[in-house]
């Protein structure tokens, strides 16, 4: 099957920086990737849907300037956090269409981010 | 999208089938349904989805009530590599799958 990367896999980083997330579609074109967010003994919460040539498409309650998406390539979307927080510390998770599959969503093995 | 309604747990014994229901009772004609898990720390997994004909794979069989109110998902003969959470999503494309809460499937040796 289709393989999504996720790098990196785990980061701690201060509160105030910044942490860029990259997901990747390893053996396949993917022209929309999504993001979501998972919080502990919670499910995933879709935040923003990334088409790739075009700006990103965000969910009710998202912030857009705190997360930054570009999808510059059809293989390549990556996820900006901005001015992290303790809050934000979270599990990140991205997915990717086939552009040869209409039906199936391949998802990335995830992000720990820690902010302290 | 229709929102659905699973059991929050259940335990299966291993090399026993699991019969995992769903229900969507406001799902519309044209949504699917699709099946996910997910073990634990890592990304979802595509399982099977279906519009109104049972479906089967080599995961999974997918049984829609004629209706299309409910669903089960059949996994044959559980592993204990099939404890995961088991999403059941009613969706009209793949662009946006709302994860509910999920069934919590523990499989027991």
């Known amino acids: 099957g289709a393989v999504v990367s996720q790098h990196p896999s785990w980061v701690i980083c201060k509160s105030g920086t910044s942490v860029k997330i990259e997901c990747r579609s390893l053996?396949?074109?993917?022209?929309?990737m999504f993001w979501y967010r998972q919080f502990p003994k919670q499910s995933l919460m879709l935040m923003a849907t990334?088409?790739?040539?075009?700006?990103?498409?965000?969910e009710q309650g998202v912030e857009k300037d705190k997360f930054l998406i570009n999808h510059a390539s059809l293989t390549l979307s990556t996820l900006t956090v901005t001015s992290a927080h303790p809050e934000d510390s979270s599990f990140y998770i991205c997915?990717?269409?086939?552009?040869?599959?209409?039906?199936?969503?391949?998802f990335g093995p995830g992000t720990r981010l820690t902010v302290t | 999208d229709a929102k659905t309604t699973q059991p929050p747990s259940m335990d299966c014994a291993e090399g026993r089938a699991a019969n995992l229901p769903c229900n969507h009772s406001?799902?519309?004609?044209?949504?699917?349904v699709y099946w996910y898990r997910q073990i634990h720390s890592q990304g979802p997994q595509y399982i099977i989805h279906?519009?109104?004909n049972n479906e089967t794979n080599e995961m999974a069989s997918l049984i829609i009530t004629e209706d299309r109110k409910s669903s089960t998902l059949i996994l044959p003969h559980a592993t204990l590599r099939d404890t995961a959470v088991y999403y059941c999503?009613?969706?009209?494309?793949?662009?946006?799958?709302?994860f509910g809460a999920g069934t919590t499937v523990t499989v027991r040796a």
């Open positions: 997915s990717a269409r086939d552009l040869r599959d209409s039906y199936e969503q391949y």
């Open positions: 053996d396949f074109q993917a022209t929309t």
């Open positions: 990334s088409n790739e040539g075009s700006k990103a498409t965000y």
């Open positions: 406001t799902i519309s004609g044209n949504e699917y």
């Open positions: 279906g519009l109104k």
């Open positions: 999503i009613a969706s009209s494309n793949d662009y946006k799958l709302s």
